[in-house]
């Protein structure tokens, strides 16, 4: 069975992009310039009738570092019922303690509202003080099957050691660990051949040029010139070949 290829998109018209050109799974997200936020309700509803393929969700409310208030752990618990109302097949969750550690409440609470969900841990674990730590507790919580992980560095190829001995710590367990973060067609070979993984996640994306005439004067944020990131699909198909090879 080749390596799976996971894409992270944040639109629907790269979920289109991303799926006519090989991926087998997508996360969807809004804002990945933000590192992926929660998607509208909408969004997730049209995915989920759009894709062939399964669709896991972000359950991120905002950008920053994954301490979640109480009233912010009752909108992620929202957005997972909203998520599996709108069809997705699993969600993507990650929360922490201020001192680095699993904030193993919150993740429990996420746990019991995606029952029977499908679930990704995002790379919240590569903010993890002991990630050994990390990893048994996840390993103790069989619904989550896979960990996003850089290998706590600034891009997968960085990590891959860590992610080699992740790898092979849960080699004969169910759960996957899935190498994300600067993968590309260039590195994504040496990556899966180094640590051994069997799935792979990258963003694959370029940028969409604004077609639109607008007033120059007027800005929506910083560094907005009206562009924004779309699927690059000969990206996806060049990962997509790679991974059928193992």
Not at 54 to 69: L, S, T
Not at 102 to 125: C, E, N, S, W, Y
Not at 142 to 147: A, F, G, L, V
Request: hydrophobic content about 40%.
């Amino acid at each position: 069975m080749s390596v799976l290829v996971e894409v992270c998109i944040d639109s629907i018209r790269s979920l289109s992009l991303a799926e006519h050109a090989g991926a087998d799974r997508v996360e969807l997200c809004s804002a990945l310039r933000l590192g992926g936020l929660t998607p509208s309700d909408g969004y997730m509803q049209q995915a989920a009738q759009k894709a062939r393929i399964p669709i896991y969700a972000i359950i991120r409310p905002r950008e920053g570092d994954f301490v979640y208030a109480s009233e912010e752990i009752e909108v992620m618990l929202q957005d997972i019922a909203n998520a599996r109302q709108a069809g997705c097949a699993g969600v993507v969750i990650g929360a922490l303690t201020p001192s680095g550690q699993l904030d193993l409440p919150a993740i429990d609470a996420m746990l019991a509202q995606a029952k029977g969900m499908g679930v990704t841990f995002h790379r919240a674990f590569d903010h993890c003080q002991d990630p050994h730590a990390a990893l048994e507790a996840i390993l103790a919580r069989p619904t989550i099957e896979r960990i996003l992980t850089s290998g706590q560095a600034t891009n997968a190829w960085q990590g891959k050691e860590a992610l080699k001995q992740w790898v092979d710590a849960t080699r004969h367990t169910s759960l996957a660990i899935m190498p994300g973060a600067g993968v590309t067609p260039d590195n994504a070979q040496a990556i899966l051949t180094t640590t051994g993984a069997r799935e792979i996640h990258l963003s694959a994306r370029t940028e969409q040029v604004s077609v639109m005439q607008s007033n120059a004067c007027a800005s929506m944020g910083d560094g907005d010139d009206g562009s924004y990131p779309i699927t690059d699909p000969e990206s996806v198909r060049l990962v997509k070949a790679i991974a059928q090879s193992f």
